[in-house]
């Protein structure tokens, strides 16, 4: 990926260093709304970049130091820019299935024409900035041979990065990963996935892409200061660049789902035809760890819903899941697994405790065969179909995305027909232009059959479930199935010899909320009954434990934005546990409002949402035990019944230990009312505010 050598000569400037060469016709400022950020748009020399700060431009003010920026069009002329002048633009948001129902948000906007038709948008909002390019004088048909996208900070910041878990392809991965945190300058040379956080001091930057439609995602790599021309001036800059997937040119499939993968690429990264616009670099800027949950960027900057007419049939809510718990009841009559009776003790149970759906994952098709319209003959598809209808319990489906699209039209006419509810896709582990364009295809196709998807196995959210709204949930997360292979490791600690698990649930459980929770909705999986604490937790796959207590694993309910969530255990270990299975299930899963009331990433997170009267309050903290305040000023006045869920007092050792609240009260009973709870190590609380 050669370029043009170049001397940063805005870099200069932004720190108040003497550049040559440079002129103020070649920049133009935007500012956010409530004028504290500021964009400066550099086109000296004909390359476009930028940097962005904050009031007044001082070190620990600059969130981003000259990012150079192109996209490379195969045949397409040289660059000669115009910049227009900065316009306010204030727009309304209904967000169905979103974390909050209708918001409103408003922006400047500059657009930087190119003589050769590849322009750009930049936009400057209160909580961030973004731009995407689109071009308007393009071939018929064209090739991006590259994009360029740089995110240059000042000094050393620590950054929070998860890498690839595949060293060999790193752009071939389930975006199933931990974060690695350290300071910039000692970022690994292995692509790093989006969204991804920099600590610059005073504020967060949260990178993150939105609107990926027939593009390849964009995965971080660090800058090499002698392949990009960089001048280092005065100061210190850390950098990474942008890597893509190249179009792919041919495949094979792994024989045991059939899964289709890459064997060779092109040497471009995209192709098309005619004109069109490009996925949003968006950088979210964070003062306060609070803001991070709540932010709403990655949502109002995709397209909007393409669903037309009657959308009922898009109904969020709770699974009762096979496949985590591995099948696993007990005390029953038959021998259960992949059956039609295991599957009628899942949709009584469902249908017992106001599930809406039950869940047939991998099984129920041969997936070595590769032909999802062919049922295993241990089952009858459509009579489990009317028993669960009998019992207003729907069924969805497990595949894999490459065997769904290939079977599309008939898959969803066939089940659509039948009366199943949707598909849980899995396996994309890709993304390279054809993946996004199959993720979109097989949206618009599912809802034309009023099909609902769950998508596994795959890139964070980038949009599609505003404009696709029938795509419910989301994977892309270390989720809850991890602790299932999880080892235990011994490594040296604070000067001693510690045993521990090698992966931190806990820990992940409060940071990936405030990153990955920002782009969308997480399909987590929680619900385990078996609780351990650190000493105690051993990874066993078919009676899979959880790391943290009962009350952790309760809060995620509410803490995790989640359309179409889980209880990922076994039935029979539900009933032994009534009182915390009869609160899960009373839990809706869309909200009209979220409010996060405290917290800080990688160590502790509580947060509010209210579902019409109703508000539903859960925290949940790292393996550090802690004391936590909540005031009741955002509950408006009323009569309340409440039922709270906390951390039992020997759950630091038996991690299943929780005790149950319940009063009536009503509000105002005084100016400073507040709840004082503890969170044991990897502990939780869970409430719910039920208005009178």
């Not at 996208?149 to 975006?175: G, H, Q, V």
Request: glycine content about 6%; hydrophobic content about 35%.
């Amino acid at each position: 990926m050669k370029r043009i050598f170049f001397t940063y000569c805005m870099l200069a400037f932004v720190l108040g260093i003497q550049a040559q060469n440079a002129t103020l016709e070649d920049n133009v400022n935007l500012t956010s709304p409530d004028g504290k950020l500021k964009v400066i748009i550099n086109t000296h020399d004909n390359n476009l970049s930028y940097s962005l700060f904050e009031g007044n431009i001082t070190d620990r003010n600059i969130y981003a130091a000259e990012n150079h920026i192109a996209l490379n069009i195969e045949g397409m002329g040289k660059s000669q820019y115009t910049i227009s002048y900065p316009k306010r633009v204030k727009e309304h948001f209904d967000a169905p299935n979103y974390k909050l129902t209708s918001f409103d948000d408003e922006y400047n906007q500059v657009i930087v024409k190119n003589r050769n038709g590849v322009n750009v948008e930049f936009r400057a909002y209160n909580s961030g900035i973004a731009y995407r390019f689109f071009t308007t004088s393009t071939p018929k048909e064209w090739k991006v041979l590259d994009e360029v996208a740089e995110f240059n900070f000042i000094d050393d910041p620590t950054a929070y990065l998860p890498y690839s878990t595949n060293e060999k392809n790193p752009k071939a991965m389930a975006f199933q990963a931990t974060y690695d945190v350290a300071p910039l300058s000692q970022m690994k040379n292995l692509e790093a996935f989006l969204p991804a956080t920099v600590d610059c001091g005073k504020a967060k930057v949260t990178i993150l892409e939105t609107d990926v439609e027939n593009y390849p995602g964009l995965f971080l790599l660090p800058i090499d200061d002698k392949e990009k021309g960089i001048i280092r001036l005065e100061k210190s800059i850390q950098g990474m660049v942008a890597d893509f997937p190249s179009y792919p040119k041919t495949f094979d499939f792994y024989p045991w789902r059939q899964q289709k993968h890459v064997t060779s690429s092109e040497n471009f990264i995209a192709k098309g035809k005619g004109n069109r616009t490009f996925p949003w670099r968006v950088l979210v800027i964070t003062h306060d760890d609070k803001e991070m949950p709540a932010n709403t960027l990655a949502y109002q900057l995709a397209s909007p819903s393409r669903i037309k007419g009657n959308t009922s049939w898009i109904r969020p809510g709770k699974v009762a899941w096979d496949w985590w718990n591995d099948w696993g009841i007990s005390g029953v009559g038959f021998k259960a697994g992949i059956n039609q009776e295991t599957y009628k003790h899942y949709i009584d149970f469902a249908a017992k405790h106001g599930l809406e759906y039950i869940i047939l994952d991998e099984g129920w098709y041969n997936p070595k065969s590769g032909d999802m319209l062919t049922v295993i003959p241990e089952l009858n598809l459509p009579e489990l179909v009317r028993y669960g209808q009998q019992k207003n319990v729907g069924i969805i489906l497990w595949t894999v995305f490459n065997v769904l699209d290939a079977q599309l039209d008939q898959a969803c006419k066939k089940y659509a027909a039948m009366g199943i509810k949707g598909f849980k896709v899995d396996f994309l582990d890709r993304y390279d232009q054809e993946a996004t364009e199959m993720i979109y295809r097989i949206a618009e196709r599912c809802a034309q059959s009023h099909l609902m998807l769950d998508y596994h196995g795959i890139f964070a959210p980038q949009g599609i479930t505003r404009t696709y709204p029938n795509v419910i949930n989301f994977e892309a997360v270390f989720g809850m199935e991890e602790v299932k292979w999880t080892e235990r490791h011994t490594i040296q600690k604070d000067g001693k010899t510690v045993n521990e698990p090698s992966k931190d649930m806990p820990l992940y459980d409060v940071t990936f909320p405030f990153i990955r929770g920002m782009v969308g909705p997480v399909d987590f999986t929680p619900g385990g009954m078996r609780n351990a604490s650190k000493a105690d937790y051993q990874p066993i796959y078919n009676n899979p434990m959880t790391m943290g207590t009962r009350c952790h694993q309760l809060a995620h309910y509410i803490v995790h934005e989640s359309p179409l969530t889980m209880l990922a255990d076994n039935p029979t270990a539900y009933e032994k546990e009534p009182e915390c299975t009869e609160f899960i299930a009373s839990l809706p899963t869309v909200y009209d409002e979220m409010r996060v009331l405290s917290g800080k990433m990688c160590e502790y997170l509580i947060v509010a949402r209210r579902k019409g009267n109703d508000w539903y309050v859960a925290g949940e903290t790292n393996w550090e035990s802690r004391d936590v305040e909540i005031s009741a000023e955002f509950l408006p006045a009323g009569t309340y019944e409440l039922t709270a869920f906390f951390d039992g007092i020997n759950a630091d050792k038996t991690a299943t230990d929780y005790n149950v609240w319940k009063q009536q009260f009503t509000l105002p009973v005084s100016t400073n009312r507040a709840v004082k709870l503890h969170m044991t190590s990897g502990g939780g609380f869970a409430a719910k505010l039920i208005r009178k």
